[in-house]
């Protein structure tokens, strides 16, 4: 028997090496059968070898001079050192016979032997060939053809999912979520979208649904089968069956996240009337809830509440202006947000009641409202360079200029890096470098050669050049000739504060080219009226410390100093000691944001609640206590 095994396995190889392999050793076939295939190129080739020799044993029979061709009796156009494509197919299935439809099947190109390649014949370095005859279209393809509206819609309703999910957990961060996906769905929103999501989540009796409809123009859609959507259909019958029984039953917070898309739409669309009728209505029934949940959505809907206010006639800075109206309300939010710890509410509303008192000009009260109102440490960084902005108007407009600067420094390293928020970058930067001038200093130029200020900034550019002179009548050229950008940005007001600082300007530089100069002089480069007026500024400028000089009232003249060593003066160490007191105040916000062992301290505080509800639910158990007994407390455990 071991030797009538060996002469079959001396067969296989014979009949192996007749269609151009290489024989294999009895050790390597006795290995190959001991061990499965597991590789797929090995599974090819012993899938190859069996059609190939029998179509060489068949050649055999017909004539023993004829030589044996290799895989069929013609050649393949790409067959590589003589080896041809070997047709591949499931053995599971019935064998396809050859009609001339070859492409529909997949075909590998066998690689050449090893004997081949020593040989050097032509295209050893080539990979093998894989064809698929109809292969379906990519994933990529197919996600290119989806309709942006079908697209909208599945993302609206997938968001009730996130929402439900932080009513269920109480996690915020789902909620926050859905508020950063509005920016994506903004770009497709129309009323039919609105129109459709609507119907698909609520029933048709729902008045919610009804108020949303008729906002938007749509109190006609039927609720069972919307005609204009047949092509818009999302999803198995089974989740439309789970949609229209959930639609009975909805959260507030999927109410309000669908009130916020209705209020953007129509501020999109410019329908300012009817977006604060339907915001007025919106904050009305948001005062009667009380969720926490709620509280970043309701953040959103009185944004949208005073935006739509601010652009209904009469327009601001009138006194009679529509956004003197919400005043009251949007008080009664920031006492009710403060009362019920609702710190994204809180935030949203201080800013906007700032806004609001900045538009009338009603500086006093926007004072008193920061003096009586703490701002919540915990408010998103948008809200806090918000606040910021306007804290540093309103300090630049009480002569200020230097709490102003630090809090406008605040609100430009703040400011949002993304494209959409350039306008708030812009705005900042303007009033910043118009408290720089009011303060003596000259803005660096680098801050002008910014991408996206360089063409916004050009007017104040030319305003820093005409005080960096010190002439008067450059000052008021460029100022009468940029007269509605500056009002338009609402600077206009603190740049004419710059004409005493022009002058002092003038004066230092004279200071630095004359070590004495009359004041006749002083009085026709500056352009002043008379004498006198040269007289009161250079003595103010001696007195502010702008110059290092001594006025000769009799023989009517200026003398400077001679200047010894700036490291004498009080310069250096005034610049160090603004450098200390920022790093300061990085440590002190960063050691608030993140208390040392906080951590650890709340675990315990939790560990311990946990074990107290845990003898409290035995004591009940076992009898030793009473319900009444064990207070409210364990109700709601």
Same mark, same amino acid.
């Given at each position: 028997?071991?030797?009538?095994?060996?002469?079959?396995?001396?067969?296989?190889?014979?009949?192996?090496?007749?269609?151009?392999?290489?024989?294999?050793?009895?050790?390597?076939?006795?290995?190959?059968?001991?061990?499965?295939?597991?590789?797929?190129?090995?599974?090819?080739?012993?899938?190859?070898?069996?059609?190939?020799?029998?179509?060489?044993?068949?050649?055999?029979?017909?004539?023993?001079?004829?030589?044996?061709?290799?895989? *069929?009796?013609?050649?393949?156009?790409?067959? %590589?050192?003589?080896?041809?494509?070997?047709?591949?197919?499931?053995?599971?299935?019935?064998?396809?016979?050859?009609?001339?439809?070859?492409?529909?099947?997949?075909?590998? %190109?066998?690689?050449?032997?090893?004997?081949?390649?020593?040989?050097?014949?032509? +295209?050893?370095?080539?990979?093998? @060939?894989?064809?698929?005859?109809?292969?379906?279209?990519?994933?990529?393809?197919?996600?290119?053809?989806?309709?942006? &509206?079908?697209?909208?819609?599945?993302?609206?309703?997938?968001?009730? #999912?996130?929402?439900?999910?932080?009513?269920?957990?109480?996690?915020?961060?789902?909620?926050?979520?859905?508020?950063?996906?509005?920016?994506?769905?903004?770009? !497709?929103?129309?009323?039919?979208?609105?129109?459709?999501?609507?119907?698909?989540?609520?029933?048709?009796?729902?008045?919610?649904?009804?108020?949303?409809?008729?906002?938007?123009?749509?109190?006609?859609?039927?609720?069972?089968?919307? @005609?204009?959507?047949?092509?818009?259909?999302?999803?198995? =019958?089974?989740?439309?069956? &789970?949609?229209?029984?959930?639609?009975?039953?909805?959260?507030?917070?999927? @109410?309000?996240?669908?009130?916020?898309?209705?209020?953007?739409?129509?501020?999109?669309?410019?329908?300012?009337?009817? +977006?604060?009728?339907?915001?007025?209505? $919106?904050?009305?029934?948001?005062?009667?809830?009380?969720?926490?949940?709620?509280?970043?959505?309701?953040?959103?809907?009185?944004?949208?509440?005073?935006?739509?206010?601010?652009?209904?006639?009469?327009?601001? =800075?009138?006194?009679?202006?529509?956004?003197?109206?919400?005043?009251?309300?949007?008080?009664?939010?920031?006492?009710?947000?403060?009362?019920?710890?609702?710190?994204?509410?809180?935030?949203? %509303?201080?800013?906007?009641?700032?806004?609001?008192?900045?538009?009338?000009?009603?500086?006093?009260?926007?004072?008193?409202?920061?003096?009586?109102?703490?701002?919540?440490?915990?408010?998103?960084?948008?809200?806090?360079?918000?606040?910021?902005?306007?804290?540093?108007?309103?300090?630049?407009?009480?002569?200020?200029?230097?709490?102003?600067?630090? !809090?406008?420094?605040?609100?430009?390293? &703040?400011?949002?890096?993304? !494209?959409?928020? *350039?306008?708030?970058?812009?705005?900042?930067?303007?009033?910043?470098?118009?408290?720089?001038?009011?303060?003596?200093?000259?803005?660096?130029?680098?801050?002008?050669?910014?991408?996206?200020?360089? !063409?916004?900034?050009?007017?104040?550019?030319?305003?820093?050049?005409?005080?960096?002179?010190?002439?008067?009548?450059?000052?008021?050229?460029?100022?009468?000739?940029?007269?509605? #950008?500056?009002?338009?940005? +609402?600077?206009?007001?603190?740049?004419?504060?710059?004409?005493?600082?022009?002058?002092?300007?003038?004066?230092?530089?004279?200071?630095?080219?004359?070590?004495?100069?009359?004041?006749?002089?002083? /009085?026709?480069?500056?352009?002043?009226?008379?004498?006198?007026?040269?007289?009161?500024?250079?003595?103010?400028?001696?007195?502010?410390? %702008?110059?290092?000089?001594?006025?000769?009232?009799?023989?009517?003249?200026?003398?400077?100093?001679?200047?010894?060593?700036?490291?004498?003066?009080?310069?250096?160490?005034?610049?160090?000691?603004?450098?200390?007191?920022? /790093?300061?105040?990085?440590?002190?916000?960063?050691?608030?944001?993140?208390?040392?062992?906080?951590?650890?301290?709340? $675990?315990?505080?939790?560990?311990?609640?946990?074990?107290?509800?845990?003898?409290?639910?035995?004591?009940?158990?076992?009898?030793?206590?009473? @319900?009444?007994?064990?207070?409210?407390?364990?109700?709601?455990?």
């Amino acid at each position: 028997m071991p030797g009538e095994r060996r002469n079959l396995r001396s067969n296989k190889e014979n009949s192996s090496s007749t269609n151009g392999e290489k024989p294999r050793s009895n050790s390597q076939s006795s290995s190959a059968k001991d061990k499965p295939a597991t590789t797929r190129s090995t599974s090819s080739r012993s899938k190859a070898s069996a059609p190939v020799s029998k179509k060489s044993a068949a050649s055999e029979k017909e004539g023993t001079g004829s030589k044996p061709r290799t895989n *069929g009796t013609e050649s393949v156009e790409n067959g %590589v050192n003589g080896i041809d494509d070997v047709d591949m197919v499931d053995e599971n299935q019935e064998p396809v016979k050859s009609n001339g439809a070859a492409d529909e099947e997949m075909t590998v %190109v066998v690689p050449p032997p090893k004997t081949s390649k020593l040989s050097g014949e032509h +295209g050893e370095d080539q990979q093998d @060939d894989i064809t698929m005859g109809n292969a379906p279209e990519s994933a990529s393809g197919e996600a290119d053809k989806i309709d942006p &509206k079908v697209k909208a819609v599945t993302d609206i309703k997938g968001n009730h #999912v996130l929402l439900e999910r932080a009513v269920s957990q109480f996690d915020a961060r789902f909620t926050l979520r859905v508020l950063r996906s509005i920016s994506s769905i903004r770009k !497709h929103l129309s009323s039919d979208i609105l129109a459709q999501a609507i119907t698909e989540t609520y029933s048709a009796s729902s008045p919610m649904a009804k108020a949303l409809l008729a906002a938007i123009g749509k109190e006609d859609v039927a609720f069972e089968a919307v @005609d204009n959507f047949s092509e818009m259909e999302i999803g198995s =019958p089974k989740d439309k069956a &789970k949609t229209t029984s959930a639609g009975k039953d909805v959260l507030p917070e999927v @109410d309000f996240y669908l009130a916020i898309l209705v209020q953007i739409f129509l501020y999109d669309n410019q329908a300012v009337e009817s +977006g604060a009728k339907f915001s007025t209505n $919106l904050v009305e029934k948001l005062r009667t809830l009380n969720r926490r949940t709620l509280d970043p959505l309701s953040a959103r809907v009185y944004f949208y509440y005073s935006l739509f206010f601010e652009q209904l006639a009469p327009l601001p =800075p009138s006194p009679i202006a529509s956004v003197v109206s919400i005043r009251q309300p949007l008080l009664q939010a920031l006492r009710t947000s403060v009362l019920r710890k609702d710190q994204d509410t809180r935030a949203t %509303v201080t800013t906007l009641l700032l806004r609001n008192y900045l538009s009338t000009s009603h500086i006093t009260q926007a004072d008193l409202l920061i003096s009586h109102s703490e701002y919540p440490a915990a408010a998103s960084n948008n809200q806090i360079a918000r606040y910021l902005y306007y804290l540093g108007r309103i300090r630049a407009i009480q002569l200020s200029y230097t709490e102003a600067h630090e !809090h406008l420094i605040g609100a430009t390293r &703040k400011s949002p890096s993304s !494209h959409s928020a *350039g306008g708030f970058y812009q705005a900042a930067s303007k009033l910043l470098v118009v408290v720089e001038l009011l303060m003596g200093d000259i803005p660096d130029r680098a801050l002008f050669r910014q991408p996206s200020l360089e !063409h916004a900034m050009q007017p104040y550019l030319s305003l820093v050049q005409a005080v960096r002179v010190g002439k008067i009548d450059g000052f008021l050229n460029v100022v009468q000739m940029h007269n509605a #950008v500056f009002r338009r940005d +609402g600077t206009y007001t603190l740049i004419l504060r710059l004409r005493q600082n022009v002058i002092k300007t003038g004066i230092r530089m004279m200071s630095l080219s004359y070590a004495k100069i009359s004041l006749r002089d002083i /009085c026709m480069k500056l352009d002043l009226d008379s004498e006198e007026s040269a007289e009161y500024i250079v003595a103010k400028s001696i007195r502010d410390g %702008v110059i290092e000089a001594t006025l000769d009232h009799e023989q009517a003249f200026m003398k400077s100093k001679e200047i010894g060593d700036v490291y004498a003066t009080k310069e250096p160490g005034e610049a160090f000691h603004d450098r200390i007191q920022a /790093c300061l105040a990085l440590h002190d916000e960063s050691a608030m944001r993140f208390p040392m062992n906080q951590h650890r301290l709340e $675990l315990k505080n939790a560990q311990e609640a946990r074990e107290r509800e845990r003898e409290l639910a035995k004591e009940i158990v076992e009898g030793d206590m009473d @319900d009444d007994d064990a207070g409210g407390d364990f109700e709601g455990m």
